[in-house]
């Protein structure tokens, strides 16, 4: 049955979700990820409301190339916590997904523990948008699950490439899983990525592959030396874990709650909170833009002309984007 516009009670939906009732949760993600304006009207002043509930939760951000061991990790390491008594949010953020469509079903079935766990809750990223879009809903739908009570958020990005930045740049702390055997795969890391990087961890360290686990983590050790830390207050460690076998995620979750007692002396850890809320709007501010651009009847006619002169050469970018602006009434 379709969410009706008509036959939702905002008051009575916010007291649902901040008893932390699971329907209630669901419901309110999937008004913010609808595209219908009556929709997003309710959602804009559903997260107004509950915006005092939020902020609460520890956001960490993981990441990894195709086959390291994310979903078995975060599985396990979930798992962990509800075990001691965290509630866990699990949120993809997916920009291939706008190709290949998202899969509830996936996400569940590679975290199968958690998916069956009572103070769990998987969702994965909006199947369709542009990565900005992706982003925008899954910051929402990060904000709901605090208002629902849940104290840990996880994001996995399941894609690859701007993805990576995007998720750290809406998390606290930012973990990159790597695959033993550094080698080859040390050539190929992205310098980016071990810029944004609060902590390395080498998976698959068990059996056969602890060995190698243990080589690459001096290796990429190596790499970090060469590296200004991002901050004073913390230099990434880089440990060996395994997700399968549950070894090391202690010592994982321990260092995340380290940095996450310096920063939060220093000042560091609001500050960048504030510093993403601030970087947030404008990254929606610039999204609306664009789509009134392409929406607004006086500028989407001349903006497909533009775009053909463009292409074909006639006219240069930047008097194409002249007058554009000129037609939005902004000045050079």
């Known amino acids: 049955m379709t969410t009706r516009a008509k036959a939702i009670d905002p008051e009575t939906l916010a007291a649902d979700l901040k008893a932390g009732k699971r329907a209630a949760l669901a419901r309110a993600i999937t008004l913010v990820e609808s595209r219908k ?4 009207k309710i959602a804009k002043a559903l997260i107004q409301d509950l915006l005092p509930m939020t902020g609460k939760a520890l ?3 993981i990441t990894g190339v195709p086959g390291v061991g994310k979903s078995t990790t975060i599985d396990t390491l979930g798992s962990n916590l509800t075990a001691a008594g965290h509630k866990v949010a699990v949120l993809a953020v997916d920009p291939s997904s706008t190709r290949t469509g998202g899969s ?12 069956i766990d009572p103070s769990a809750y998987i969702r994965p990223s909006p199947s369709a948008g542009t990565l900005g879009g992706v982003a925008a809903k899954t910051r929402e739908t990060m904000l709901l699950c605090e208002a ?4 840990v958020i996880l994001v996995e990005t399941v894609g690859i490439g701007q993805s990576e930045t995007t998720v750290a740049d809406m998390v606290d702390f930012f973990l990159v899983l790597m695959l033993p055997g550094a080698g080859d795969e040390l050539q190929g890391i992205k310098k980016g990525v071990l810029e944004i990087a609060d902590m390395i961890a080498v998976n698959k360290a068990d059996g056969d592959g602890a060995a190698r686990a243990r080589t690459a983590a001096s290796d990429y050790r190596a790499a970090l030396h060469i590296l200004a830390p991002k901050s004073p207050d913390w230099t990434p460690p880089v440990i060996t874990v395994s997700g399968l076998a549950n070894d090391g995620l202690d010592t994982l979750w321990e260092q995340v709650l380290l940095y996450r007692t ?26 609306r833009m664009t789509e009134a651009l392409k929406t607004n009847k006086g500028t989407a006619e001349r903006l497909k002309s533009l775009e053909e002169s463009v292409r074909n050469g006639t006219t240069s970018v930047s008097l194409a984007v002249d007058e554009l602006a000129g037609l939005m009434g902004l000045g050079e």
């Open 59 to 61: 956001r960490l951000g």
């Open 104 to 115: 509830i079903l996936g996400d569940k079935t590679r975290m199968a523990r958690l998916a």
């Open 37 to 40: 304006p009556e929709h997003r």
């Open 148 to 151: 629902a009570g849940f104290d």
């Open 262 to 287: 310096r920063t939060e002396a220093s000042g560091a850890w609001q500050e960048k909170r504030s510093r993403q809320q601030v970087a947030w709007m404008w990254d929606m501010l610039q999204q």
